[in-house]
Each structure stands twice: as C-alpha cells, then as structure tokens.
C-alpha cells in the first residue's frame, strides 16, 4: 500500500516540478504520485448527468436595438450589451492558454458550483462585463474531490502519523488548486499542478473539484470538453470589489 514519506511530500515534489524537471520524473516523484492516486480513491466524487455548473469569462457580446418613435418608427439605434456567444463560452478544442489544470495548448473545462464563484474566479474589475453560462453535465462523471481538505499543520520533532501526514498532503494540494497565480514568463508556477491533474485524468477520473479562495462555491475541472454543454447565457457588470486585508508580519 502505498503511503507518503513525509507531510511536506507535495511541497517537495512541486519544487522538483517547478525548477528541476517535469516530464522525466524522479524516483521520489513518481512515488509521490502513486500515493496521491492511491489516496484519491477515498477522494470520489460522482458529478450526476443533469448537474448543472456555471462557467465565465470576462466578455460580452453587442446588439443593435431600434429607437423608435411615439408612432413607431424607427429614428435611430443603440449598441446595447449582451452574453457572449454559445460559442465563445466553451473552450477551443485545439489551442488554450496555460492553467492550473491544463497545459499550454491542451484545453480544460472550468466550471464553477455557483455563478458567483465563476465570476470571482476570472478576477474581474470594477464595471467590467462578464459573461455567464450555465452548463449541463451530458453524463455521469467521477471526479477527485480535492476540497474535501484543508489541513493545514506545521510538525515538529519528527513526522506525523500516516492518517494525518495524507491530511496534510491533500490540504497542500487542494490549496495548490483553490489560491489564485500571478502567473510569470520565468517561473512555472502551475507545473506541479497540471502534472498531478494529468495523473488524475490517466488514471481513470473525469475531471478535479477544489476549492475557491475567491469564491464560496468550489470550482470543477473537467477534461472532456464536450462532457457538459451551454443552455443559458447571461450577463453581468461589476459593480463593487470588497477585498479583505489580513496582517501577516509587522518589520518596523
């Protein structure tokens, strides 16, 4: 059975991903992640057919509406707002910029449990437009629910018991997943993620459910891109952000 070595494995094996080596793994790595698979089969979550999830992206898409006149007649016209298109709400089959889940050029379904958290997720700005669509999920799906923890311990004097050093691994991962990048050109900030997602998808699961730090809800991954489908758009403008500050360290 395979169990991991140390409750800072996650944290080891996403610095090897990120500065060392990513395709060709060490002996360490790959026995990592068949702990992480071994242990994701506690983690399943099915995903019925008929679910709905949301998705968004921050766009619109323009009409024209007539002016009219008291007798009805047509005197001008306006652009006015509307949701992206059907089209544009669900991602390119052959190209996609780089994520948490996916890697550059290989496309990912994101979706989220609640709009709002949709929303959040794609960081907007105040008045902003932001298109939503609702998703219906075409067919039962098994997913790896990594928002099921949120340990996060500090040991000292020794490791851990195994039951808490895999609570703390996955609370490492689902926060890996869940905290938002500012992704740079020189740093592979979501290498370590998109290697264990591959893992999950080859090894049988259709997609990955993690948490949201800037959301309630919790947001959904899932591979197949033609596995959920677009039934309602609608559209949504920014009116406030409401960040929170809390402290971390006083220096002078």
């Known amino acids: 059975m395979a169990e991991f070595e ?3 494995d996650y944290r080891i094996f996403a610095r090897f991903v990120k500065c060392k080596a990513r395709h060709i793994l060490d002996a360490k790595s790959k026995s990592f992640l068949e702990a992480v698979l071994e242990t994701s089969e506690r983690r399943k979550e099915a ?10 992206q921050l766009t619109n898409g323009w009409c024209t509406q007539p002016i009219r006149d008291e007798k009805g007649v047509e005197v001008d016209s ?30 990912c379904l994101y979706l ?23 998703f219906e999920v075409l067919r039962d799906l098994t997913v790896v629910d990594c928002s099921a923890d949120s ?28 905290e938002p990048v500012a992704r740079a050109d020189d740093v592979a900030d979501y290498a370590a993620t998109q290697v ?21 809800g919790r947001n959904v991954a899932i591979f197949d891109l033609v596995a959920a489908r677009p039934i309602n758009g ?13 402290k971390q360290a006083e220096s002078w």
Do not use: C
């Not at 989220?112 to 609702?134: K, Q």
């Not at 609608?234 to 809390?246: K, W």
């Open 78 to 107: 306006v652009e006015v707002a509307i949701p992206a298109d059907r089209e544009r709400m669900v991602p390119r089959p052959d190209r996609a910029t780089e994520g948490r889940v996916n890697a550059k050029g290989i496309p």
């Open 47 to 56: 995903i019925n057919k008929g679910s709905v999830l949301y998705r968004s």
């Open 151 to 178: 340990a996060q311990y500090l040991f000292f004097g020794g490791e851990p018991l195994p039951g808490r050093r895999e609570e703390q691994v996955w609370g490492d991962i689902n926060r890996a997943f869940s």
């Open 6 to 8: 140390s409750w800072k």
């Open 196 to 216: 264990l997602a591959e893992a999950f998808r080859f090894g049988g699961f259709d997609g990955i459910v993690y948490g949201s730090k800037l959301g309630q």
């Open 234 to 246: 609608y559209l949504f403008i920014v009116d406030s952000l409401n960040p929170v500050f809390s």
């Open 112 to 134: 989220s449990t609640d709009h709002d958290t949709a929303m959040a997720e794609v960081r907007p700005w105040i008045g902003s437009y932001v298109s939503v669509a609702s």
